[in-house]
Each structure stands twice: as structure tokens, then as C-alpha cells.
């Protein structure tokens, strides 16, 4: 029997939480990946989800933990290793379709500091295919340190930090369409 890793912990509380809210009907699981890279010996787990009584824009939203060797190192190897490099990367991405003004994403930026706080690193993306006139926009927030077990609390406060991003987030782009 092996002892959980900080990771697969986290793993589980955020997918419990996740499907809770599946088998509640307030949102739809539609991706979810649990990659181990042998090569270099890490781990990245996500799961895609979007409110299941959703209009048109729909917003998607991913929640992402990642733990690499030096972070499992540090916590199976306590001894030769500084406790703080223990625990995970998590990263948050909100995906939607069409926008390229920049005074929309200067107000996806306020609403989403609105919500998250200032302290957060929020930034923005679009990615345009020409030949098939596909403008895909991607809104990401990382957390300036490692997330650990301690802080499991947190993640499932998170989710529902993650649930008003995209209700605003939604509205917003009704309001402008």
C-alpha cells in the first residue's frame, strides 16, 4: 500500500467536488485528464467543466494541478529536501469564443480582478485561425505559489470562485452580443 502523495489528495477532493456538482445538474463535466510524464516524472491533472443550464456564449472553465519531481521529492524526502518545494501548481483557464476589442478584455480583466483580487496573475489570450475565421479567447489565473495540502479547504472555496467567474463572465458577453 503506498501513502498518497499531496497531489493525488488534491486530486480527489477537486473531483469530488467537481462531480458533486455533475450529479446536482449545476454543471457539465466535459473533459478531465490525468497524465503521468515518465520523462520527467510529473504529474498534471484537469478537468473541463461548464454550467449545465448555460445560453449561448458558453464558457468553459479548467482547473489545473500539476506537480513536478521536485515537489514530490520534497515531500517524500522531507529530510534532504525544503518542505516548501512540497505540493502543487494550480491554474485556472476560462475559454470563449469571439472576442478581439480591447476594450472588452480590459473588462474580462476588471471583472475577473473583481472576483479573484489583485494579488492574482490574470492574463488573456486569443487565438485567431484565419481559414476558418475561429477566434478562440482564453482568460488564465495563476497562483504566485504552491498550493499545499493545508490549503485544501481553499480548492473547494475555489470551485465556487471558479462558478461566479463564469456566471459574470457570461453575462458579460450577452450583454455585448
Not at 12 to 17: F, L, Q, T, Y
Request: a negative charge; glycine letters at 2%; proline letters at 2%.
Amino acid at each position: 500500500m503506498f501513502d498518497p502523495t499531496a497531489f493525488d489528495n488534491m486530486k480527489v477532493v477537486i473531483e469530488g467536488a467537481l462531480y458533486d456538482l455533475d450529479l446536482a445538474g449545476e454543471i457539465i463535466i466535459t473533459d478531465r485528464n490525468d497524465i503521468v510524464n515518465m520523462a520527467k516524472m510529473s504529474r498534471i491533472f484537469d478537468i473541463h467543466f461548464q454550467q449545465s443550464s448555460t445560453q449561448q456564449p458558453i464558457v468553459t472553465a479548467k482547473l489545473e494541478i500539476k506537480a513536478e519531481l521536485i515537489n514530490l521529492a520534497a515531500e517524500l524526502l522531507p529530510n534532504s529536501m525544503s518542505q516548501k518545494q512540497a505540493g502543487c501548481i494550480i491554474k485556472l483557464q476560462f475559454y470563449h469564443h469571439g472576442l478581439t476589442d480591447e476594450a472588452q478584455f480590459k473588462k474580462i480583466q476588471e471583472i475577473f480582478i473583481d472576483i479573484w483580487g489583485e494579488t492574482r496573475q490574470i492574463s488573456q489570450s486569443v487565438t485567431l485561425t484565419p481559414s476558418k475565421s475561429l477566434i478562440h479567447n482564453c482568460i488564465s489565473i495563476e497562483f504566485d505559489r504552491l498550493i499545499s495540502e493545508d490549503q485544501m479547504d481553499d480548492l473547494v472555496e475555489m470551485i465556487n470562485f471558479m462558478m461566479t467567474s463564469i456566471v459574470q463572465l457570461q453575462s458579460y458577453l450577452r450583454e455585448i452580443s
